[in-house]
């Protein structure tokens, strides 16, 4: 383990949970990882490893059946599985999220439900804001929920499910009109448990995942669009019991998942880092080997202070939720930088490589191909700097 990206402070219990999932990447993932990669197949054999490892309730209340543990140690989990294979960090992604919108905006009856199930892995969370022709504008949500006596009934196309076939919860936002006089106060967050697979549902009528959406990067998960034609969904289903709160839920949970890419990118680049210096020890041209050269020690120099950056950053952004604190501006610089350096920390190593760089048989082709999509998950970079950019002018408004 070398000198980057260490976190101070982490208790006992943190450091044998980072210590067991750094050796869990290291046996079980890295040696797999691109071979699976470049068969697009999902990977049964490591999920069901994250599961015996308790990972599924890394951060459900022990109440519940978890391990009750912090948004840092999470992350620093996902660091670690993304440093392995990016995939399999989005698989615990969206589980983590949804769990978290339970465990926090849940009525007792879902907690007790939902919760000990995705603690054990047993149930598997995905969840759904986006739709085609919606990118980022949330308020533009055109499914639709109607209420019919004990019911909602659902109408709409989603898109972008991380996990949307292999899961059996998913969280899917809709507008209702019950909450009030915004767009954003007449949003619902339903609670939907289906089969997985793909095509029309086995255990909810009207509800369809039509199939994987082909990728160049981040494969071996899966990422469907859902088809919701009058799927009947029980009141008791809506987040919180209450309508019109969803786009809050969702945003909380948004929140999460920004600190999670960040998260990612840090592990992308960290393998991109050890990678790239592995490499230039070996590699010989002009007579000795490339490390010696000072245009590479240069670039070894940046890709270092990156991945340190942002992996600091990204620690700061997490303790800041855990304490309670307000974190949409940490949180949004952190997915901003530590999506940004990631792409460039692997672009050098891809550089240090040179042709071999280009060859499927060499794991920075992997990753090069995985960087870009940080660039556009929970919120484009561009959306990362409006919301920074707002949260500073608050901050610094000056006096009237």
Known sequence: MGRLA????????????????????????????????????????????MKQLGLFGLTIPEEYGGLGESLLTYALVVEEIARGWMSVSGIVNTHFIVAHMIAAHGTPEQKEHFLPRMAAGELRGAFSMSEP??????????????????????????????????SSLVAVLCRTDEGGSTPYKNMTTFLIEKTPGFGPNATVPGLTVPGKIEKMGYKGVDTTELVLQDVRVPADRVLGGVPGRGFYQMMDGVE??????????????RRAFELGIAYAQQRVTFGKKIAEHQAIQFKLA??????????????MAARRKDGGQRNDLEAGMAKYLASE???????????????????????????????PMLLIGEGTAEIQKMIVGRRLLEEYRLAD
């Open 341 to 371: 350096y990631c792409k460039e920390v692997v672009e050098d190593s891809f550089r240090i490589h040179g042709g071999y760089g280009f060859s499927k048989e060499y794991e920075i082709e992997r990753l090069y191909r995985e960087a």
């Open 256 to 269: 999460v998942g920004r600190v999670n890419v960040a998260a990612r990118g840090c592990g992308v680049a």
């Open 133 to 166: 022709g919606l990118g980022s504008d949330v308020s533009a949500i055109s499914t639709k929920g109607v209420r019919d006596g004990d019911s909602y009934v659902l109408n709409g196309q989603k898109m972008w499910l991380t996990n949307g076939g292999t």
């Open 302 to 315: 940046e890709m270092a202070t990156k991945v340190e950056a942002a992996h600091q950053m990204m620690v």
């Open 6 to 49: 260490q976190t101070e402070g982490l208790t006992e219990i943190q450091r044998d949970i980072l210590a067991t999932v750094r050796e869990f990447v290291d046996k079980e993932i890295i040696p797999v990882a691109t071979e699976l990669e470049h068969r697009d197949e999902y990977p049964t054999a490591i999920v069901e490893g």
